[in-house]
């Protein structure tokens, strides 16, 4: 297939890589000159307009940093410009009312679109080991999941337009409260004289076991390996966490559902961020208690 894909930056440059390695033609944009530059060697076509980047184009990837960005570009560009019949699928994370707005928008224009957001960080964009999580029809899932599944370990069809936002907003939600909670209890046990590497040996075989605990322990040299045993860095930045826990609040006050856990979560990285970790992994709350 021939596929425009707009945004290679961390994840959308491995993503595109692995659309060229699967077979495809891939036409790519992006601001920067050195993600063009990258996305070169890795075998893209790169354009220096959005429109050249969607001529002749079957389906339009975009990976971009927040839903302010991905209307700009689809409003000011990819709708109507792009070929017709072309299917857009935003894999970016954002809010889901802008999610709405935007696939409405290209609806009218004449096109599909999915909503098409990822769990798993950059080692799993450039492993294509990612999961979509996908909002949208019937017949455009069938279409996206032809150009998703080069770039994934799983394409789950979620539901109607929005929900690949819905699931991520809540995914990632439960993922900054279970983290914290393995941080309150690692911290627990070692103040109240266990053997952290006991309570992991313990709680990650008893109820207590989460992702968090079991997969990506955030206390330095014990349990699974994780950024923790190297100060935090790589992972997943607290900054991005905190991204989304906003745009989690703000789905949880339009939908008027009830997350005091969620607005906790969302006050204690908050003030990580602010006293400047926002580059280190969100598992460095550990560090704070
Ligand atoms: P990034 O900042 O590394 O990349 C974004 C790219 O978009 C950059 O190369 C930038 O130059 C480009 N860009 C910005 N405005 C543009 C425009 N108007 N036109 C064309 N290109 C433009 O961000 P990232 O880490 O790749 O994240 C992308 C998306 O994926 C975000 O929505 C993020 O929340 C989500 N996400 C990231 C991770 C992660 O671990 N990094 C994991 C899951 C989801």
């Known amino acids: 297939m021939k596929i425009a894909f707009i945004g290679l930056g961390n994840m959308g440059g491995g993503m595109a890589a692995n659309l060229v390695k699967a077979g495809h033609q891939v036409s790519a944009?992006?601001?920067?000159?050195?993600?063009?530059?990258?996305?070169?060697?890795?075998?893209?076509?790169?354009?220096?307009?959005?429109p050249d980047a969607l001529a002749g184009a079957e389906a339009v990837v975009t990976m971009l940093p927040n839903g302010g960005i991905v209307k700009a570009v689809y409003t000011a560009d990819v709708i109507a410009k792009a070929p017709a019949g072309a299917l857009f699928l935003d894999c970016s994370t954002i809010d889901l009312a802008t999610a709405r707005e935007v696939a409405e928008l290209a609806e009218e224009a004449g096109y599909h679109m999915v909503d098409a957001p990822v769990s798993g960080g950059i080692a799993a964009a450039n492993g294509g080991t990612l999961?979509?999580?996908?909002?949208?029809?019937?017949?455009?899932?069938?279409?996206?999941?032809?150009?998703?599944?080069?770039?994934?370990?799983?394409?789950?069809?979620?539901?109607?337009?929005?929900?690949?936002?819905?699931?991520?907003?809540?995914?990632?939600?439960?993922?900054?409260?279970?983290?914290?909670?393995?941080?309150?209890?690692?911290a627990l046990a070692e103040k109240a004289g266990l053997d952290p590497q006991k309570f992991y040996e313990i709680s990650s075989k008893s109820t207590g076991y989460n992702w968090s605990l079991n997969d990506y322990t955030p206390a330095p040299g014990i349990g699974a390996k994780s950024p923790a045993d190297n100060d935090y860095q790589g992972g997943f930045a607290s900054a991005l966490m905190l991204k989304d826990l906003r745009l989690a609040m703000t789905g949880a006050q339009t939908a008027g559902a009830t997350v005091p856990l969620g607005e906790h979560a969302t006050k204690i990285y908050e003030a990580f961020v602010e006293a400047g970790n926002d580059g280190r992994d969100f598992g460095a709350i550990f560090t704070t208690l």
């Open 29 to 50: 944009f992006d601001l920067s000159e050195e993600a063009l530059a990258r996305a070169e060697e890795n075998g893209c076509r790169t354009f220096r307009t959005v």
């Open 131 to 186: 999961t979509f999580m996908v909002g949208g029809s019937d017949a455009a899932f069938e279409k996206a999941k032809v150009v998703l599944e080069p770039m994934a370990k799983a394409v789950i069809h979620a539901g109607a337009i929005g929900s690949g936002q819905v699931a991520k907003m809540c995914n990632n939600m439960l993922l900054a409260i279970h983290m914290i909670g393995t941080c309150e209890a690692l």
